[in-house]
């Protein structure tokens, strides 16, 4: 029999206080994270099986155009830009019906990336957060990230002054800290509807830069377009791993290296999309390294420099983001002092395998 909803709360307030006591012997300031539970919990004998394939049927297949279930007349939505970004108001996650979550896959998919404002997903049980975003796909695992003791399927996002993986990960000399990528672009089944939830925010900064790959592709010439499509790249977890094993941290997946179409076609909106990112893709395949070198470059620059086709994501605690993983590509800002926190959750639901655009 399956546990009750007062065993489960039960069950996460014993593991709540467990971590809560972790963080407390951790010798954090007095002002601590406010959601201790999602402190990032590192474990080098945690090991996971290697993913396997599975079927995939996007819920955005199944929704209402419409979307009564989820855009009724109490939700106010501003749009950010033509191409990509949506704040939503009005209306919460966690009590959307089957059919809403249908129609927030849909609308993820047309709008790309929408903001969610005055959540109360951030005080949701772990198990029930997790049962929400299983609607859209299995949960991706991070091979090397924080996550949550018990919990793997949260990736934990976290700044302070004696925590800043992301500097490490870049490094020092740097003029600037942007990183475009799409997450864990490496799998062979990679993410498609992504949710990010803030805990603890900067007054100032710590934002998110995303951009249209749809937009990006729809851009160039249709003769470059042919040129491209057919075309196959190479998705690389091995940097991510080999940089987490120099720091003595987990791989508790051995990495990868995916191929996947340069041009991939999105199973709901039928849009044509490019699926390349400075963060994991390393080569196109059958080119010499000067050739792929050349083109990655171009594409490289194309999507960093197109502004016009960005948005600057503004967060706050109780902000959730839902984004579409196949169809952007994004950037931390890391602009804050690290005086300050900045905390939040990633649960990233697995899709199809990447489909190729043809002519």
Known sequence: MAPSVAQLDSVTAQTVQKVATKVANLDLKADGPSYPFYYPYYDNDEKFPPTELFDHVDPGTRANPAKPNLLNLDVKVQHISPYLGTEVTGVQISELSKEGLDELALFAAERKVLLFRDQDFKDLSPDRQIEITRHFGPIQKHPTSGNVKGYPEFHVVYRDAQHDKFQEYLGGDKINQTSWHSDVSYEKQPPGATFFFILDQPETGG?????????????????FKKRLEGLR???????????????????????????????????????????????????????????????????????AKGADFHIRATYKPGTVVVWDNRVTAHSATPDFSPTFRRHAVRLTPQAEVPTEATA
């Open 207 to 223: 934002d998110t830069l995303f951009l249209s790959q749809v937009e990006a592709y729809n851009r160039l010439s249709l003769e």
């Open 233 to 303: 790249a190479v998705h690389s977890g091995v940097p991510q791993a080999e940089f987490s094993r120099r720091r003595d941290g987990p791989v508790r997946r051995e990495p990868i290296e995916t191929e996947h179409p340069l041009v991939r076609v999105h199973p709901v909106t039928g849009e044509k999309a490019l699926y390349v990112n400075q963060g994991f893709t390393k080569h196109i395949v059958g080119f010499k390294q000067e050739e792929s070198e050349y083109l990655l470059k171009f594409l490289f620059d194309h999507l």
